[in-house]
DNA sequence: AATCTTTATCGTAATATTGCAATATTAAAA
DNA sequence: TTTTAATATTGCAATATTACGATAAAGATT
């Protein structure tokens, strides 16, 4: 197989999963960090930064923007990619809830 | 290729991309909450919760456990898992360090 | 000991991801 | 308008992931 039975899962949990997932490679790590680090966010640094060629970086960006952690707009001819903080604020939600989870938990189990 | 540069990342970077990563797919999520919501936690419970075959968990549960996410104890014939929330807490720093980044870079930048 | 229950592993097919060279696109600059 | 600069897309090879049937392993039960 290879393909993962998505539609066998809540929305909620898809949603998760793929933000998971487009964090899930130490280049787009390295990316959203940059983003942070930077005071621009023009596509051509972040080449310059990453130990990978242009068109893979192109790949992973777009991979972050269509997961919704970053967004981009046409500066010139050059792109300002900037991080989508309410994407990010999904997650963060995520992980309070996992949170508040464990400590009912460990009343009971574990 | 197929595999990622990983040793040009740094150790962090990396170690945040297999974290989310090994969240990167629903039925590790489903896995993750179920575990968070019953009393229990043995591992049928866990097969038979989701719509998967038994080996196929056992996988997504091993690749869980390789992360770091869960842990494994022997319980009679069966076996216990719980939320390793070490792991977890490395996560949410990760996403404080985004928090606290974000604003900053709001001071002087898109 | 024979059997049952529970979980893990193996083998394998289908699909996805990663990476890059070559090339296309698009807007600025000359 | 030709050229240059910055990104994106295409095509493809290498590798990884996902899923599951078959089977193994290990402890409980009879």
Redesign the pocket.
Known sequence: ??????EHFTEKQNQIATLA?AL??P??VAIIEYLLKVDTC??????NEL?????????????L?SAGLIK?S????????CIEESTLDVFKQFFNHVEFGLDEKKKRCC
Chains 1, 2 share one sequence.
């Open positions: 197989m290879g393909a993962s039975k998505s997932k899930g490679h280049a787009r023009i596509c051509g640094d972040i080449v130990p990978l060629a242009q068109p893979t970086v192109s790949q992973h960006l777009r991979e923007k981009g046409i500066e010139g001819n050059a792109i300002c990619y």
